[in-house]
């Protein structure tokens, strides 16, 4: 089974739309001709000039500043001087807005290209994914639809799951903005399950 990197297109909505649709799809690291596939297990969707828990809230500095190009380019930061968090920039150019991907699982591609999730290979948490992809700030701007030559990208998933169940929540740790629903996750692994009293009655199918 093939799948092809997501289109700028998809990148260009809302970020609560790219957040939730995002869940149960697969970020692809390339590095040195070999290929990773992690599946994306929550996001946080962060605005802009409407969002005071967004970097872009008080408009562009040069720490924020891919966010208010073209979507579907990474913007990578170090959090708290400790460690990195991946975003991927939505929306049109000029309106600053970001999704932030918090847990994923790596994959094996065996051979006969069956696809298993593998629990030792777990990510959560937006620095253990950094870590366990090896995403650095040297890959902030990078451009995720460039099928051919990028070094990041997004597809849909490889391993066949059947129906997705993705529940919304408060996003997690903020200081600012903290009742805005747009926390997404795949509902059923136990390493998020600590986050459940924060977890709202919406949840979606698809």
Partial sequence: MTSATYPRSFFERDPDVVARDLVGADVVIRTAGHMVHARILETEAYGGGDDP???????????????????????????????????????????????????AI????????????????????????????????????????????GRVSFQESRVDVGAVRVGCSK??????????????????????????SRVTKKSTES
Avoid at 71 to 94: D, K, P, Q
Avoid at 180 to 194: D, I, K, N, V
């Fill in 53 to 103: 828990a967004s970097h872009a809230f008080r408009g562009p500095t040069p720490r924020c500043a891919v966010m208010f190009g073209p979507a579907g380019f990474l913007y990578v930061y170090r959090s708290y001087g400790v460690h990195w968090c991946m975003n991927v920039v939505t929306e049109s150019t000029g309106t600053a807005s970001a999704v932030l991907l918090r847990a």
């Fill in 106 to 149: 790596i994959y094996s591609l065996p051979v006969d290209g069956a696809a298993r999730d593998t629990k030792s290979l777990l990510l959560s948490g937006p620095g253990n994914l950094t870590r366990g992809l090896g995403i650095t700030g040297t890959d902030n701007g990078q451009d995720c639809c460039e099928e051919s030559t």
């Fill in 171 to 196: 996003r997690i740790g903020l200081s600012r903005g903290q009742e805005r629903l747009s926390r997404y996750f795949l509902e059923g692994y136990p390493a998020l399950a600590r986050n459940r």
